[in-house]
């Protein structure tokens, strides 16, 4: 619930209410607690409490529930209008309210389909994704510099599958320049490639790539825009998942500009399940991750993890996370007495509270929250209750998203795949013109045969423009022909290209 440009009303303990700091929001944050025990709730109240402030939002909604943040909420909710009459909330600003969303969807099913070409992708992430070893991955960059040294735009699923196929049949001339590209790699990025198709992969790839600046609008009235990635679906294909959020990460790291610390964020990125990220993630990876997260903050972006355990974060990332909001852990074997010791340990100690046995305590809704002071120093750890969300909780009908997407500014924008010309149609063209061009030779040495074989056959009728002459003349006659057809087929290729670019076709 916003307070003021400068904090923002986040919990209320037993004797104090606790304030998150606008300029210390882009110091990241962390969101965990089992299952039930009110995460989704808190990422709720987070992103309505920065979007009032004029903060636009990314975050992926797993089950559906985030939807109801466009819709005002109502007082029929018991839990939450207690909340409110037990606090005092109304005295203090508290109003039912909506916010403005804007829907995306891998699959464009249930909001703006969101693409990315391969090319953007690149061959790091395409790696992780594909979880190709290290020597298939090192053929996987040799494909990419070798379409990038030809100028062969990788956009789509079919581009890369070409370009590989390309690479794999001419590899002899690329050895020299490239060095060594292994068959079995070959095949295997091919088998993989298809598999990710099945998966949906190829709904992800395309054109009109998407632009990280729509995540960065307000709505008329001033509050920051929520972005909301439809990801229940998307789910079943976890690494396409994560490698989608990274990559995302990774464009914002890219593009934006240095800002240094501002007063309040550009952009707060929510990452939910942020388990899968670094779920059998190599090291290099990891090391890419790390370093995303420690210098994003000065591009102005905020990133908050959301998970069931701190321990599926490593320890270098997990210490970049300043603000903390810790639900209820269960400790019934020994991995959770270590989560539980774990997390305890994290917080700044608070001699009041015994960390680690009020972890398991808590109820629905309440948490161990620890936010940044103005110096960027953690507060102490105090027990708290989440204020409850001025939206709706819980998802809206779909006649209610399907009107909230039709009636965005984007509508339109990203609905209709393009399909220009790039590596796939360029090697297509290329393939064509060499079989043109063998089947002109072939025609050619024929003529040329029988020319010479007419010549052996000379006779006394040659000299005197018999039968050597018929058959010089129709030599050169099924010449001409041949030169003429071959010129004609190319010449339509040509024209087809032509027009194809004048009258709206691949460009």
């Not at 079943?236 to 959020?245: A, G, N």
Request: hydrophobic share 40%.
């Amino acid at each position: 619930m916003k307070d003021s440009n400068n904090q923002a009303y986040i919990a209320q303990a037993k004797d104090k209410s606790l304030y998150i700091l606008s300029k210390m929001a882009n110091r990241h944050g962390l969101i965990a607690g089992a299952t039930g025990t009110g995460k989704t709730v808190t990422l709720q109240n987070l992103a309505e409490t920065f979007s009032l402030q004029g903060i636009p939002i990314f975050v992926t909604d797993i089950k559906g529930d985030l939807s109801g943040i466009s819709k005002t909420g109502t007082p029929e909710n018991k839990n939450v209008s207690n909340r409110v009459t037990e606090f005092g909330l109304e005295e203090q600003g508290f109003r039912y309210q909506g916010f403005p969303v804007c829907f995306w969807d891998v699959f464009g099913e249930q909001g703006h389909p969101f693409r990315v070409t391969i090319s953007q992708m690149g061959p790091l992430l395409l790696s992780r994704l594909m979880n190709l070893n290290d020597t298939q991955s090192g053929v996987l960059s040799l494909i990419f510099k070798i379409a990038d040294d030809n100028g062969l735009l990788l956009i789509d699923m079919k581009d890369l599958r070409e370009m590989t196929r390309y690479v794999g049949d001419s590899r002899a001339q690329f050895t020299t320049e490239y060095g060594n590209i292994s068959t079995a790699s070959i095949g295997t990025i091919q088998r993989v490639l298809l598999q990710l198709e099945e998966q949906g992969a190829d709904s992800f790839f395309g054109e009109p790539a998407f632009d990280i600046k729509n995540l960065l609008s307000r709505d008329p009235s001033g509050k920051g825009m929520i972005n909301i990635l439809t990801a229940d679906k998307l789910m079943h294909s976890p690494r396409i998942y994560s490698t989608l959020l990274l990559w995302l990460l990774s464009e914002l790291f890219e593009e934006l500009p240095e800002v240094g610390d501002l007063e309040q964020p550009k952009l707060v990125f929510f990452f939910d399940e942020a388990h899968m990220l670094f779920t059998d993630a190599p090291k290099a990876l990891l090391e890419k991750i790390e370093q995303v997260v420690r210098l994003i903050r000065s591009k102005g972006v905020g990133v908050y993890f959301v998970t069931q355990n701190p321990i599926d974060i490593p320890d270098t990332v997990l210490g970049q996370l300043g603000n903390r909001v810790q639900h209820a852990l269960r400790a019934f074997t020994p991995r959770d007495q270590k989560a539980v010791k774990s997390a305890a340990q994290t917080f700044c100690i608070n001699p009041e509270i015994q960390v680690e046995k009020v972890i398991t305590e808590l109820a629905v809704g309440e948490a161990l929250v620890s936010f940044l002071d103005e110096k960027g120093r953690p507060n102490p750890v105090e027990r708290a209750f989440i204020l409850p969300p001025q939206a709706q909780i819980g998802a809206i009908t779909p006649e209610e998203r399907s009107k909230l997407i039709q009636s965005s500014q984007l509508y339109g924008i990203y609905e209709k795949a393009v399909d220009r010309e790039s590596a796939y149609e360029l090697l297509k063209k290329g393939a064509e013109k060499r079989m043109l061009q063998e089947e002109l030779l072939r025609q050619q040495k024929e003529a040329e045969k029988a020319s010479k074989q007419s010549s052996r056959r000379t006779t006394k009728a040659d000299a005197s423009g018999g039968f050597g002459g018929l058959f010089g003349d129709v030599a050169k006659q099924t010449k001409q022909s041949v030169t003429r057809n071959i010129g004609n087929q190319l010449g339509r290729e040509i024209v087809r290209g032509l027009l194809g670019s004048i009258f709206g076709g691949k460009k």
